[in-house]
């Protein structure tokens, strides 16, 4: 497969934990990474290798993978957490780089 | 780090080309990848090159796209040749790190971008 699928958008209200999830046959051998994306900036990777944050990431911040699926969970979501979260590995050809459409996290 | 330049605006038919100037790191010590954000949409991957010039490209770019190193210069570039307005977005350049590892029984590959540039808009329009 050549996909990743992720949901259009989620909420959270401030304080609380939200998942997302990134999902794709290709994700059971090859992991995913994950970007926060505000308009205007450049996307900042957040997650890489299931469980590992960046320097500078907050710890609220946590991965899991399992399968086909690799989540990202922002446990004591901040106002401004509030971004594009996009997930991005490689099709299961391993040829080529492939993003999932992206997930909208608001924070109420 | 990374530094995207080039033209802002770029006629529809025309060739595309940005570069990427790179600091505090060696192109060959990893590998090199071009990403973009049309407006309102989600990331797009163009392509990546590799320390050695060698490429991979988007499927669905792959006929218009090409990618060069330069080690002396400390840059890579992107050309995308014929544009349309489709074209029109940010562009990204990143680094990219690969690898991989046994985990228990399974053996996993790894991927993922820890430096970006800022980011160069194009817009495609005559």
């Known amino acids: 497969s050549s996909e990743l699928t992720q949901d259009p958008a989620v909420s959270v209200t401030l304080g609380q934990t939200v998942t997302m999830t990134c999902q794709g046959d290709?994700?059971?051998?090859?992991?995913a990474s994950w970007y926060q994306k505000k308009p205007g900036q450049a996307p900042v990777l957040v997650m890489y290798?299931?469980?590992t944050r960046p320097p500078g990431i907050p710890d609220r911040f946590s991965g899991s993978w399992s399968a086909t699926t690799a989540s990202l969970t922002v446990t004591g979501a901040q106002a401004e957490d509030e971004a594009d979260y996009y997930c991005s590995s490689r099709d299961s050809s391993g040829q080529h780089l492939i993003f999932g459409g992206g997930t909208k996290l608001t924070v109420l | 780090q990374l530094r995207e330049s080039g033209p802002g605006l770029v006629k529809p038919s025309e060739t595309l080309s940005l570069t990427c100037s790179v600091s505090n790191a060696s192109l060959n010590d990893h590998s090199w990848t071009w990403v973009r954000q049309p407006p309102g949409r989600g990331l797009e991957w163009i392509g990546t090159i590799y320390f050695s010039g060698a490429t991979k490209y988007s499927p669905s770019l792959t006929s218009r796209v090409t990618m060069s190193i330069d080690t002396a210069k400390n840059h890579f570039s992107l050309e995308l040749t014929s544009v349309t307005a489709a074209d029109s977005a940010m562009y990204y350049c990143a680094r990219q790190r690969t690898g991989d590892f046994f985990d228990t029984s399974d053996f996993l590959l790894y991927y993922y971008m820890d430096v970006w540039g800022k980011g160069s808009r194009v817009t495609v329009s005559s």
């Open positions: 290798i299931k469980n």
């Open positions: 290709s994700l059971r051998s090859r992991l």
